[in-house]
């Protein structure tokens, strides 16, 4: 297996950034890109460090200096799963900063997004909708 060099390292993972972000869901109400790559990007340095052996472990700062300064939405957000029917699981994404701006009573004109039945009582306290794709 070959492994790659610190340039083609630094380029390929910051590519892989910058699709996966353009390839991820909009908030409904502000319609932010809900991608976080620095959640991410620890996980896939690992991947590639120990199950695919492209890069070794001495790369991962100059990896993660390199996709710091040169990625180049900043201003993505985290993803959060909206319910706009429990009963049927229909979630919408949205960022957080919107997501409690729906359920406030200073925004009005987001009550559309409110839910139209109430939250069923859980059993234990996991919500597995939570894993399932999003429906919109």
Same mark, same amino acid.
């Given at each position: 297996?070959? &492994?790659?060099? @610190?340039?083609?390292?630094?380029?390929?993972?910051?590519?892989?950034? =910058?699709?996966?972000?353009?390839?991820?869901?909009?908030? *409904? !109400?502000?319609?932010? /890109?809900? #991608?976080? /790559?620095?959640?991410?990007?620890?996980? /896939?340095?690992?991947?590639?460090?120990?199950?695919?052996?492209? @890069?070794?472990?001495?790369?991962? &700062?100059? =990896?993660?200096?390199?996709?710091?300064?040169? #990625?180049? #939405? !900043?201003?993505? &957000?985290?993803?959060?799963?909206?319910?706009?029917?429990y009963? $049927?699981? =229909?979630? *919408?994404?949205?960022?957080?900063?919107?997501?409690? &701006? =729906?359920?406030?009573?200073?925004?009005?004109e987001?009550?559309?997004?409110?839910? !139209?039945?109430? $939250?069923?009582? $859980?059993?234990?306290?996991?919500?597995?909708?939570? /894993?399932?794709?999003? *429906?919109w």
């Amino acid at each position: 297996m070959v &492994k790659w060099d @610190i340039r083609t390292a630094c380029e390929k993972v910051l590519n892989h950034f =910058i699709s996966e972000r353009n390839n991820a869901p909009q908030c *409904v !109400v502000c319609n932010s /890109y809900l #991608y976080d /790559y620095q959640k991410e990007i620890h996980s /896939y340095l690992y991947l590639l460090e120990v199950k695919n052996r492209k @890069i070794d472990y001495s790369m991962n &700062k100059t =990896i993660l200096d390199y996709v710091y300064t040169q #990625y180049p #939405y !900043v201003k993505d &957000k985290g993803l959060h799963r909206h319910h706009v029917n429990y009963a $049927k699981n =229909i979630q *919408v994404p949205t960022c957080d900063s919107c997501h409690s &701006k =729906i359920h406030s009573e200073k925004y009005p004109e987001l009550h559309k997004w409110l839910p !139209v039945d109430k $939250k069923p009582k $859980k059993q234990f306290g996991f919500d597995t909708n939570m /894993y399932n794709p999003l *429906v919109w």
